[in-house]
Every structure is written in C-alpha cells, then in structure tokens.
C-alpha cells in the first residue's frame, strides 16, 4: 500500500508528517492537531483537515484537503482555498498554511526512510504553478460563492456587503471595504468585512479614479506618495478596483493586507475581487432601473389616485346631498368581500370599484340628483342612465379595466328585475353583487333631507330578508354577519340636519 507523507518543503526544515487513513487527519496550531504547525499566528488552531478517498473504478485512494480557516493562506500549488473549500491532492502538490509549505509524498509500500529523504530533496525542484485546470476550477467556484451573495442581495446596501464578504473570503485579505468618494482622495465607507473600522490609501484611491491600482509589493512603491501611504499603513499589498455602471463610478473596492502574498496568489485574489465588482456592478445598475421603474408607477399611480379623486369631488360637488356616499360604499364593499373570504385581490378591486361605482352621475343633470321629492319616469330613465355613462367614461383608463363590470352592474338585481340589462344570478359580475349590497346598505342608513336615515338593525335584517331577490343570497348573509363595531364606524349620520347643513347647489 502506498504511504503519503506531508514533508517541509523549505530546505532545512524536517518537519514531517505521515497521513494515515481513513482520517480526518487535523492541521493546525492546536496540540492535538495530528499535523501540528507550531510557532506561526496566522496558522489557526484548526487551519485544515484531511479526509481519505479509498480507491474507486481503478483509481487509486487519495487524500482530500477542506480549508477551515477564514484568515490566513491554506494554498495548493499557489492557488487559495476560501473557508469551507476542498480540493483532492495528488502526489507532488504543495500545500501551503500560513508560513508552512509543505509537499505531499508519495512511497511506495516497503520503501525506506532514506527513500523518503531522497523524495524530500526532489521536491525542492518540482515546478509548483498552478495546474491550469485546478486554478480555473477553484476561481470558478469562488466566483459561483460570491456571485451567489450578491444576487440574493435585495437592495443596494446588501449588494455591497455581499461583495466585500465575498472577496474577503476568496481572497484572505483581512481590510476589504467599500468606499464612495468624496473628492480630494476623501471617501465614506459604506462597507467593510466583519463590520470592522476600515482603512484605506488616500492615495491609492486618487490614483484608482483612472482604473485598478494593485500594490504586489511595498518595496516597488516606496518613494511615492501612494507607498508613503501605504508604508504608514504598514501595508504590503494592495488592490483598488472602481465600480462602474454606464460610465458613472459608484464607488471603489479597496482591500489591502499586512502580510506578503505569493505574487500568483495576488493576481489571482485581484482577478476574482475585479470579477466580483463587475457582478456587483450589474445587481446595482439593475437595482437603480428597478427603483426608477418603481418611482415611475408610484408616481403613475398617484396621478391616477388624484385623477379618481378629482372625478368623485365632481359628483360630490352636483350632489352634495350624498357627499362622502362613494367612500362609505367602497368601504363597506371590502368589509363585505373580507366577510365573504374572497381572493385579497378581489377584496382591493371591491374597495376601488365602491369608489367610482357613482361616477356616471357626473352625466346626470344636477336638478334631477339633487330634486327632493319623488321623480318622475323621465328623471328616473335619467338617473338609470348612470351606470352606462360611468362604464363609457371610465373604458379607457387601464388601470380601471378590472372594476368595469362593477360599475356597469350594481343595480343589477339577483331576480332579473334591476337595471341596465336585467341580468338575473351569477350572470352579474362578482363586483356587481357586492357593490349593489353595499350600495344600497348606505342609501337605506344614510340621512336625506326629505327623510332620516333608517336604523342600522333594520336595514341589516331587510338585506336578509332580499337575499335571493334583489341580492345575492350568500353575500347577502355574510354582510349580515359582519360585527356591527367593525360596520358601524363608517355609517353615515341618520339626521336630516346633517344632510341639509351642504344644502343643494344654487
């Protein structure tokens, strides 16, 4: 059986460690890590763990590493592994954990420690680049994590936390924040990893407003404003990427690290973090359409809300008599249809079609709707007309689509006897039976100044009494059933003296 070995691969150092199966095999600061790398902070207690792949479909068993740290470097063959990320070794890979570089041995079964050495010297001259297909595959994944973050992200604060998470863990730079600047090198932070206080290059940030700025070595940038910079910073690295939607800059990726990376392991977090940014960039700019998008309806819709408004004013203002019926009708067409367990939907076009149920009165002559006494048949067709003239006013405006055969319908009657086409039964339209209840509920409670309003009990109990002539009969007894506190609110006032304090029109 083959055996493998995790040796120093830094000449000098004898550290080495023999893995034996099945694991979990523990690497790590802490003294009852199996692989225990002692004398190096950025190595945590439980860095990394090994696992074995026992032999399948005539391959051989491998070991397997799963990164468990969220700092500091755990890196095969130079590329890094994010918290939670595995990756199956093969012989000759290096591992690196912190400060620790160590390459994995492979021995065949009866060869000698001395053979072991012999492997050691070898590895010290293996090519360690990045295996192409490894590196692609692991930048994938990081790619796939962090794009995952920031297309959940549901707003614009979230898209930027979601970023700088994402390329704190897939790159282990321990600054990583979002900045808007400010002018002059200024800049707010709107995010930063863990929420900590960030810190950033004034500098470095000037120099960004061009295009990405990477630092992969303190040394290069001393003697310029930026490395004094970053030099009081302590900084040995650096990267400043801007974030750009259609040529407007919404702010910069900034992170930067104490500690010296492998220069491939920077390219490498600096093309993840720039791909990252663009994703970013994307769920903003897509953010921004949205809201405009969405302040365009609300204002739309308010337009809207007041067009109806100044159109129920116009009938309140020929009927003053019934002033505030439109309102009363819509809310009791709600009650009605939350009494009758009907579809929210249902419910909302109840309400707004009690609102403009009326609105073809404004076609009716001012001294037939006002006229005190009994009408005669003439005046009567007149006011008939009202559904008609409301449902050709209203045809046109899209958002009132739904409600039409409301207004159309609420005199209709379940018997066939109503107007304007004596429909009879389920033959009216939902909204038409629940507004004509509602309707006429208010009409019969309601004060006119010829006569007071009737009491509440009794007209309830006529409604009960109509159902299944001139109303719908299950409506009719869910309207019943509504609780008088939840009614009585919005009755009108019964008094006469309260209808005549308008008086009609001059």
């Not at 493998?4 to 691969?9: I, M, P």
């Not at 009852?32 to 479909?57: F, I, K, Q």
Request: aromatic share 4%; charged share 20%; with cysteine.
């Amino acid at each position: 059986m083959t055996e493998h070995w995790l040796v120093s691969a830094v000449p000098g150092q004898a550290a080495r460690f023999r893995l034996q199966p099945p694991g979990p095999i523990r690497i790590g600061r802490a003294k009852d890590s199996a692989v225990l790398l002692e004398g190096d902070r950025t190595v945590s207690r439980l860095h990394a763990e090994l696992g074995w792949v026992p032999p399948a479909a005539g391959e051989p068993g491998r070991w397997r590493i799963v990164n468990h740290a969220s700092t500091g470097a755990t890196a095969v063959n130079h590329v890094r592994l994010s918290k939670g990320i595995g990756l199956t070794l093969a012989p000759g890979d290096l591992v690196r954990i912190g400060g620790w570089q160590l390459r994995l041995v492979a021995l065949e079964e009866g060869a000698s420690l001395a053979e072991l050495d012999d492997a050691i010297e070898g590895s010290f001259e293996q090519v360690t680049a990045a295996d192409p297909a490894t590196f692609a595959q692991h930048q994938l994944l990081l790619l796939l994590k962090g794009g995952e973050l920031i297309h959940r992200a549901s707003g614009e604060a979230e898209v930027r936390d979601a970023l700088v998470s994402a390329v704190a863990q897939a790159t282990g730079f321990e600054n990583v924040a979002f900045l808007r600047s400010l002018g002059d090198g200024n800049a707010e932070v709107l995010a930063s990893a863990g929420g900590a206080q960030a810190r950033f290059s004034r500098s470095m940030l000037r120099k960004a407003q061009g295009g990405p700025v990477v630092v992969t070595d303190l040394q290069q940038a001393v003697g310029s404003t930026m490395g004094a910079s970053l030099q009081r910073m302590a900084v040995q690295q650096a990267i400043c990427i801007p974030l750009e939607v259609g040529g407007t800059n919404l702010g910069f990726l900034y992170l930067d690290s104490v500690q010296k990376r492998d220069p491939d392991m920077l390219l490498e977090g600096a093309n993840v973090a720039g791909a990252l940014v663009r994703m970013a960039a994307q769920a903003l700019g897509n953010l921004e359409r949205s809201s405009m998008e969405h302040r365009f309806a609300v204002e739309q819709q308010r337009m809207f809300a007041g067009t109806v408004l100044a159109l129920i004013n116009a009938i309140d203002a020929k009927d003053p008599y019934t002033r505030g019926h439109s309102d009363r009708v819509a809310t009791f067409a709600r009650l009605l249809a939350e009494a009758a367990s009907l579809p929210e939907d249902l419910v909302q076009r109840s309400y707004l079609c009690g609102i403009v149920h009326d609105l073809g009165k404004i076609g009716v002559p001012e001294a037939v709707l006002c006229k005190p006494g009994r009408l005669t048949d003439d005046e009567f067709a007149l006011i008939k007309a009202h559904p008609e003239i409301g449902h050709r006013i209203l045809r046109d405006i899209p958002q009132l689509h739904d409600v039409l055969p409301g207004v159309l319908e609420h005199h209709e009657k379940w018997d066939g006897s109503g107007y304007p086409n004596r429909l009879a039964g389920e033959s009216i339209s939902m909204l038409g039976r629940i507004v004509c209840i509602a309707d006429c509920f208010d009409a019969m409670t309601s004060a006119r100044v010829y006569r007071p309003g009737r009491p509440v009990p009794e007209v309830l109990a006529e409604i009960g009494r109509c159902g299944g002539t001139h109303f719908d009969p299950e409506l009719a007894k869910a309207f019943v059933a509504i609780p008088l506190d939840r009614l009585m609110p919005h009755v009108a006032s019964p008094d006469p003296e309260d209808a005549r304090k308008d008086g009609p029109p001059a």
